[in-house]
């Protein structure tokens, strides 16, 4: 696609449930990233996948966030048992090349809001 | 890891002036971008600057990696520029990854 695609745009969730949010990259970018930003703040890192390697998932905030790329392209980041304090917009990003340089593009985020 | 600060972290302008944001790290990067966030969430690139000088219409920005700090600058402000402007680096030791700094939230008036 001509950007990187994020669904659901919004999501309403109770608290306990699980949530799967969906990010499709920029056709043949190789870099892919999520971030969170929660109300009035910055942009957190939580998950960059980059090829084949193995993801650095370091920015993870708790064992119930996971994340996973299928076939290089598409990636899915999950919350499962969600909680209050998960609520944020969560944003995909992607990098063209294999290296790590060169600019990142953001999509328009999931916005959680968890009751 | 790497520290990323911006300043100032608000300014209100009046539309028509001129102004100047910046970004300062604490370490080499051989990524850094400037990005504006909209009023609608979306962020928007502005630079991908890890060195020198670029412009793009009534935006420049600068980055002097040696001294680790880069500045955006915008001139005849308008309403439209309004919203949070964001640094991002990445360093050398950790590239891939990159910090946001905490932003700078313009307002421009009428």
């Known amino acids: 696609g001509a950007g990187v695609s994020q669904s659901p745009s919004n999501k309403v969730t109770e608290k306990g449930k699980d949530v799967e949010l969906r990010c499709d990259p920029i056709s043949g970018h190789t870099a892919l990233y999520w971030y969170r930003q929660s109300l009035g703040q910055g942009l957190e890192f939580l998950i960059y996948?980059?090829?084949?390697?193995?993801?650095?998932k370091s920015g993870l905030p708790s064992d119930r966030f996971s994340a996973e790329r299928t076939g290089g392209s598409v990636s899915t980041l999950t919350i499962q048992r969600t909680q209050q304090e998960d609520s944020a917009v969560y944003l995909c990003?992607?990098?063209?090349?294999?290296?790590?340089?060169?600019?990142?593009?953001f999509g328009e985020g999931s916005r959680l809001t968890v009751l | 890891g790497i520290q990323v600060e911006q300043s100032p972290p608000d300014l209100i302008l009046q539309e028509g002036a001129n102004s100047t944001l910046r970004c300062n790290f604490s370490d080499s990067v051989n990524n850094l971008q400037w990005f504006h966030q909209n009023p609608w969430g979306q962020l928007i690139n502005l630079f991908y600057?890890?060195?020198g000088t670029k412009q793009n219409g009534r935006l420049s920005a600068t980055t002097v990696a040696t001294e680790r700090y880069s500045l955006l600058y915008i001139s005849s402000s308008q309403t439209t520029d309004s919203g949070v402007y964001f640094c991002a680096v990445e360093p050398n030791t950790n590239a891939g990854k990159s910090t946001f700094g905490d932003g700078t939230t313009l307002t421009v008036k009428p």
């Open positions: 996948f980059q090829g084949n390697s193995a993801p650095d």
């Open positions: 990003a992607s990098r063209p090349g294999s290296g790590n340089t060169g600019e990142l593009f």
């Open positions: 600057i890890p060195s």
